[in-house]
């Protein structure tokens, strides 16, 4: 019988390997999880801090790799009310790798019961003690009110620097309606229902410059977007120039 030994070489050489990639995972399975490492996203303005998710984790330092549950311990950090997601993965030499990503908020709500942030979609996350987000103040989010309408009032606040800067209150007044206060200026900004809400936060823009440059923005009480192609500005009476 004569033998092919090309075959058999390489059949022994596809055992050896095999064999010597069982032992190398096994060996890595049984190492000990040693430290973690945390990434924050994104890393300024951080409304969580790293040592608030070392005290949960290191419950699972000193364990063997393959007793770890990453999804359980993304679960555990996705409740956070800061995150918006986590990713966890196992180094080789058995270091726990977190990315973190937070949630951004965009609002400060004011109840009657209590006061929290809320990021691009509602969701609520609590006040930090690690830092203060200058973000409008919300007033009636207890109300009825169009989820959609009111996402896309803080998307076009957000995607704007004047009206980010400027707009200091949201007032939702019925489930369709809301008005605005800016900052600095006691006036109230009448938006009304959410029909053509990127051309009256345009005209908002285009009255608030004319009326800045004019350095007569102080004189007005009111300013109405409700109407088609025009803003009424309603005169404060009792203002006086100084």
């Not at 699972?60 to 790799?65: A, D, V």
């Not at 008005?179 to 990127?198: E, P, T, W």
């Amino acid at each position: 019988m004569k033998f092919n030994w090309n075959k058999i070489t390489i059949l022994i050489m596809l055992i050896f390997s095999g064999l010597a990639f069982y032992s190398f995972n096994k060996k890595n399975e049984n190492r000990l999880t040693t430290s973690l490492n945390i990434s924050i996203l994104p890393s300024k303005d951080s409304y969580l801090s790293k040592d608030s998710i070392h005290s949960i984790l290191n419950t699972f330092l000193g364990y063997e790799k393959k007793s770890i549950d990453l999804s359980l311990i993304e679960n555990i950090i996705d409740n956070n009310s800061y995150v918006d997601k986590s990713e966890v993965s196992l180094s080789f030499s058995g270091e726990l790798l977190l990315k973190i990503k937070q949630k951004v908020p965009v609002g400060r709500v004011i109840s009657e019961n209590e006061m929290f942030y809320v990021d691009k979609d509602l969701r609520k996350m609590n006040l930090s003690k690690h830092q203060s987000a200058l973000v409008p103040i919300v007033i009636g989010f207890e109300n009825e009110i169009s989820r959609s309408y009111l996402k896309k009032v803080f998307e076009l606040i957000e995607d704007d620097a004047y009206l980010k800067q400027n707009i200091s209150k949201i007032i939702i007044n019925s489930p369709n309606s809301i008005s605005l206060k800016l900052r600095a200026y006691d006036i109230m900004v009448k938006i009304g229902d959410q029909r053509n809400l990127k051309n009256k936060f345009l005209k908002l823009r285009a009255f608030y410059t004319r009326a800045n440059a004019k350095k007569n923005l102080m004189e007005f009480k009111q300013i109405n977007l409700q109407f088609d192609n025009q803003v009424v500005g309603v005169k404060n009476n009792s203002y006086v120039k100084k």
